[in-house]
T-cell receptor, first 116, second 112 residues
Framework: ETGVTQTPRHLVMGMTNKKSLKCEQH?????MYWYKQSAKKPLELMFV???????ENNSVPSRFSPECPNSSHLFLHLHTLQPEDSALYLC???????????????FGPGTRLLVL | RKEVEQDPGPFNVPEGATVAFNCTYS??????FFWYRQDCRKEPKLLMS???SGNEDGRFTAQLNRASQYISLLIRDSKLSDSATYLC?????????????FGKGTHLIIQP
């Protein structure tokens, strides 16, 4: 176990639905991340939070809305998604954003999302 | 040039053989480098960090060439359980947030 949990593990939703993905880390880390992994593509960084503050939005459409209420929890709120948004959504955490190996990221198991 | 570039493979290698992967990166200011492993339908997991002097962890050896912006991973005496996708990962530097940039991965299949 890596200490990062994600729920749900699988999600099927229609384009008009609203759902939320949840991530929790039990490692005492300060930085948390959302990634999207589509077939045959590298991991795409979506959002970065450092000490609960969003430090990066990597040109993600507004139908994805992150929320970080504290350093241990990260949410990704989804609404009016498109079929091309179907992918594996991975959460990760690290002790810090950079420096001396503290940027090593630990991943949750991911949520496999299918948009119909 | 892509930020982190890897040969996607697949590499089909007989059990017991030695296999090497290469990776190039574009940001000369990057300071930290890693190899992650991702099994099918699983999350990426850290395999090893890559240090300037090169480092070894059991059957795995990682090398860094800063001048050529090149990282390598060598697996000796490969096992069936080594079958996975190996991701080359480079620290992002400068600009806003830091964090890591992931390569697309090299798919390795060890055959009995």
């Amino acid at each position: 176990e890596t200490g990062v949990t994600q729920t749900p593990r699988h999600l099927v939703m229609g384009m008009t639905n609203k759902k939320s993905l949840k991530c929790e880390q039990h490692l005492g880390h300060n930085a948390m991340y959302w990634y999207k992994q589509s077939a045959k593509k590298p991991l795409e960084l979506m959002f970065v939070y450092n000490f609960k503050e969003q430090t990066e939005n990597n040109s993600v459409p507004s139908r994805f809305s992150p929320e970080c209420p504290n350093s241990s929890h990260l949410f990704l709120h989804l609404h009016t998604l498109q079929p091309e948004d179907s992918a594996l959504y991975l959460c990760a955490s690290s002790r810090a954003l950079a420096g001396g190996g503290q940027e090593t990221q630990y991943f949750g198991p991911g949520t496999r999302l299918l948009v119909l | 040039r892509k930020e982190v570039e890897q040969d996607p493979g697949p590499f089909n290698v007989p059990e017991g053989a030695t296999v090497a992967f290469n990776c190039t990166y574009s940001n000369s200011a990057s300071q930290s480098f890693f190899w992650y492993r991702q099994d099918c339908r699983k999350e990426p997991k850290l395999l090893m960090s890559v240090y300037s002097s090169g480092n070894e962890d059991g059957r795995f050896t990682a090398q860094l060439n800063r001048a050529s912006q090149y990282i390598s991973l060598l697996i000796r005496d490969s096992k069936l359980s080594d079958s996975a996708t190996y991701l080359c990962v480079v620290e992002r530097t400068g600009g806003g947030a830091d964090g890591l940039t992931f390569g697309k991965g090299t798919h390795l299949i060890i055959q009995p």
